[in-house]
Structure formats: C-alpha cells, structure tokens
C-alpha cells in the first residue's frame, strides 16, 4: 500500500459514492493517479462560485503530489450540449449564449473559455494535464452511444435517443435517492414519449425546421449528444474504464453524476469511478449569485476593486470544500489583510535548506484529513508565531506553499521590490507628528490625502504601515 514520500497518516478522502471518510488509494499502485474534473460550459462568464470549485481542485492536486503521487489531470470543456434543464428540455445554453451576445456559438466558445483560463492563471490554479472540448469528440460520443444500443439500454423516441434508467440496476448508488419516492416531473419535466422521468438523452435530434449552428451527422439522425455522455467518453477514452477520482460540484450528484455511472457501467461492466469527490457552493451575503440580484462576481470584478487574485485564493482556503462558503465583501477584506500580513512576516525570513519538521507533520495531517485547508492555514500561523529559525520556518513555509499555492515568497519579494514615493513617507511623518501631539482630526485629513494619493497608512503597535491603496 502506498502511503506517499511524505510521512505521517495516510491520505484519506470523503468518497460521496459511499458518505465516509475513506483512506485512498489508487485502482493501480505504480501508476498516476487518474482524475476527471467536470469543466465549465462555456456560454458566459465564469464567476467566484465556479472558481472556489476549481482552487478545491487544485487543492487536490496539491495534496496528492505532495503525498507523493503523480496525477493524470483531465478537464472537459462543455462548448454542446448542455440544455437549460436538467430534463433534457429547453435549449442549448450555448445557442442561449450566443442569442444573449449576439455572437456564433463558436465565438462565444472561445470568449468565455478564454476568460476561464485568464481567471485559473490569476489563482494560481495549476493547469489539467489534458484539456478536452466536448465538439472535439463527438465520434468518441456515437462510438459509446452505438455500444450502449448494441447491450439493450437504448430506445428512441421523437426528439432523440434516451438511456433507459430501469436497466441498469445501481442507477441510484450515488444519489441514494427513493425511487418510489420519486413522483414523475418532480426532478424532471415530463418529455413525450419518455418511458421514466429519469431517463436521459444520450443524442438529441435538430428540432424540425431549424438549423442549430452545432449539429452533426449520426447514425440516428442530425443532432447533437446529450450532455451527460461527452464525460463518459472523453474521461474513458484518455484515463481508461474505471478512473480513481472524478470531481464536481454537488449539484452534479443526483443527476449528471449518477448518469454518467449508469451509461459508462453499462458500456463496460466495470466500475467507473472509486473515489467522488463533490464541493459545495459559495453564496454571496447568503444569498445564491445572481445577475438579478446584482451579487454576481468574477475573478476579474475582484481584481478591479483592488484586490490580489491571491487574497480570494486565501479566502477560499477558510472554509472546507464540504462546507457551504458565504462570499462577503468585508470576509475578502479581512482575508486579504491576513494575506497581506503573512508575506509581511516571509519577507523577513532567510532561506534554508532545513525545516521545522514538528509543523511540517501537524501540516501533513492536517492537508490528509480530507483537505482540511483551514486547519493547514492554522498551523501555517502557528509556524509563524513559533521560536524556530527563521531559516526553518522559511524552508517549511516554502514547503507549505506548494500545497497553498498563495505565492508567498513570490510575492514578498515583489512588495519589497515597492518603491514608495518620498512624498508620501514626508506625509506619513508628518502625520504621525500630529498624532503624537494628539491632533488627531488633522492627521485624520492628512490620512484621506494619502489615500487622494493612491496609497493607505495603516496603524500598527510597530509604528505606520504603508501600502498601495485597494480601489
């Protein structure tokens, strides 16, 4: 059994497949670690919601390289095929994207893909070691679909071809939902012609009369594949039948999970998937996000409120990827001074090829207790706080940070690389001056004429503390 390079207990994941804790290990010992992550569908903006899902991924990554593993990363961009509801009724969301912007679908594609990967480089989110678009694979598609036809799962009704759900025996292991609790059109809406309301659509036909701007020949007719099966081919086709983690969010539980278990199972008569790993949904003031409601942010918006990409990272790292996580302006602001504190503290530290190892292990443990991220950030400022070196604190920290993934050392260099402008240290002087001889109401106005400025004093019991200010 391997336990890793690292020492210390033994990785252990939250598997939803089974609702415990479970020690991990990899289908095979010598191999990479294969792992499927669901990607976005590309019709809009990929807002602060989506990216927490993706830092949670990289977090896993983290871990498991740190363990000592190598991982066979797998992404999927969804660009067809994902309908606006979960009943395979309504439309594509990506012809919706391309109505709403009044671009070809295609473009749309490449825009918001675009502004997915721009937002994965800003947190520092490692890149998947392969990245596969749904339009890219649609022969993968058929080829699966025709072998679920061949095996009896298949029927075909006005508006496409369907997987019937009450031939594959397991369909609810990962949901555990009560199928006689399950009242028709309850989860989904009713589709003429559909034989149980948990039936879903491997292959949609073009509607009558209308051309979609994605559609390709089958050998069922013109169409475009469901949105459940490009996960099954793509992830099968480059990590093979059974793949050791596949990750998402927890809405993907009920129905596109436990879908892509039911058809890629009965393809093979193999188990698809070991370990399933689901994050939960952040909130903004407890509120879902919405452009409606005006709540709706994107790593982008962050950044132009002043915001490094790095303090949303450390905020994220707060909250346990099984824990719901509510977004607020002032949590941010809190995180990002906390961020901005630990570089404070690196930036004073001397390298070292040594380590405090006592930390080292607690941090270990913590990051295989199911990724317990906040716990690991607790010992990170207990290291800080510590008697050890500084250059041992250094080295540990280091090590810490290719798990973190928050730049520590990176960026405590670029902020001593900041030149602050002697004008603004004149007025900082002056402004402690005048609050030593307790004027206060002027060094008040000399503080918003530095921040007229561009720059922030804050007071600390070291003295003023200055800093480039957050727009």
Not at 221 to 238: L, Q, R, V, Y
Not at 311 to 317: A, I, K, Q, S, T
């Amino acid at each position: 059994m391997k336990l890793g390079k690292q020492q210390g207990n033994m990785l252990r994941l939250y598997n939803t497949l089974t609702r415990t804790i479970e020690n991990f290990q990899p289908l095979h010992l010598n191999a990479s670690v294969s792992m499927y992550s669901c990607g976005p569908t590309v019709y809009d903006y990929q807002h602060i919601g989506h990216m927490r899902r993706y830092v949670g991924d990289d977090m896993l990554v983290r871990v498991l390289k740190y363990n000592g593993y190598k991982v066979d990363h797998v992404m999927n961009i969804t660009d067809v095929g994902h309908l606006v509801s979960d009943s395979d009724t309504g439309e594509d969301k990506m012809e919706k994207g391309a109505r709403k912007y009044g671009k070809s679908v295609w473009n749309i594609a490449k825009k918001f893909e675009k502004q997915f990967w721009i937002s994965i480089d800003e947190l520092n989110i490692k890149r998947p070691d392969y990245v596969m678009h749904a339009t890219d694979y649609i022969a993968d598609q058929i080829a699966l679909i025709k072998i679920l036809e061949e095996k009896g799962y298949t029927y075909r009704i006005d508006d496409g071809v369907y997987f019937d759900t009450t031939k594959f025996k397991n369909y609810y292991q990962l949901s555990r939902q009560n199928p006689q609790a399950l009242k028709a059109g309850a989860r989904v809406d009713i589709v003429a012609g559909k034989k149980h309301p948990e039936d879903f659509a491997l292959w949609k036909f073009s509607p009558k009369n209308e051309k979609r701007q994605m559609e390709w020949e089958s050998p069922w007719g013109i169409g475009f594949p469901g949105w459940h099966i490009e996960c099954s081919a793509m992830s099968m086709k480059t990590l093979g039948a059974t793949l050791d983690i596949h990750t998402g969010g927890i809405d993907h539980i009920n129905v596109h999970h436990t879908n892509e278990i039911a058809q890629s199972e009965a393809a093979t008569g193999k188990q698809f998937v070991r370990y399933w790993v689901h994050h939960n949904f952040l909130v903004v003031e407890g509120e879902k996000m919405s452009k409606s409601l005006g709540n709706f942010f994107t790593v982008q918006d962050v950044v132009k409120k002043g915001f490094n990409p790095m303090h949303l990272r450390y905020l994220y790292l707060q909250t346990h990827y099984r824990q719901e996580m509510n977004f607020t302006w002032e949590s941010l602001e809190a995180a990002g001074n906390a961020y901005d504190r630990l570089v404070k503290e690196i930036a004073t530290f001397t390298s070292s090829s040594g380590g405090a190892k006592q930390f080292e292990q607690q941090f270990t443990d913590n990051i295989n207790d199911d990724l317990n991220i906040p716990k690991a950030l607790a010992t990170v400022w207990e290291l800080i706080r510590s008697d050890e070196a500084l250059p041992a604190r250094a080295a540990s920290l280091s090590k810490m940070d290719t798990v973190l993934g928050l730049n520590l050392f990176a960026t405590a260099v670029k902020q001593e690389a900041l030149e602050i402008p002697q004008s603004i240290l004149n007025l900082v002087k002056e402004r402690e001056g005048l609050r030593k001889i307790g004027d206060f109401a002027a060094s008040d106005e000399m503080r918003e004429k530095i921040r007229s400025l561009g720059w922030e004093v804050s007071d600390t019991k070291t003295g003023p503390e200055v800093s480039p200010l957050r727009s």
